[in-house]
Nanobody
Framework: QVQLVESGGGLAQAGGSLRLSCVRS????????TGWFRQAPGKEREFVAR????????RYADSVKDRFTISRDTAKNTVHLQMSSLKVEDTAVYYC???????????????????WGQGTQVTVSS
């Protein structure tokens, strides 16, 4: 079983920055990735960014590219999401998730992730 705990959410002004962290524990497959998703009120949960633990390969949603950076700290089993140039539309609950890297598993799809954290609220004011 894998446990994921997010932290770092809060209130920021538009144009500001926040850094989210996701600490993982428990067993995992040999090749896996961690993703960040977000869900705004009344909207579907959407992909934000992901990183492969074994290769470090990163992918971003177009809406956050060049503003957000995902990184991993293997020694601390932690994934960070550095968010800069925040916009009001970034307001959402942010979730980290983990799943295996496997053929047929789209890394941007919610269904590709088996474990989820409880979420952390990010609110951006104008």
């Amino acid at each position: 079983q894998v446990q994921l705990v997010e932290s770092g959410g809060g209130l920021a002004q538009a144009g500001g920055s926040l850094r989210l962290s996701c600490v993982r524990s428990g067993r995992t497959s040999s090749s896996y990735r961690t993703g960040w998703f977000r869900q705004a009120p009344g909207k579907e949960r959407e992909f934000v960014a992901r990183i492969s633990w074994s290769t470090g390969i990163r992918r971003y949603a177009d809406s956050v590219k060049d503003r957000f950076t995902i990184s991993r700290d293997t020694a601390k089993n932690t994934v960070h999401l550095q968010m800069s140039s925040l916009k009001v539309e970034d307001t959402a609950v942010y979730y980290c998730a983990e799943g295996p890297v496997a053929v047929g598993r789209d890394g941007s799809a919610r269904s590709s992730y088996d474990y989820w954290g409880q979420g952390t609220q990010v609110t951006v004011s104008s």
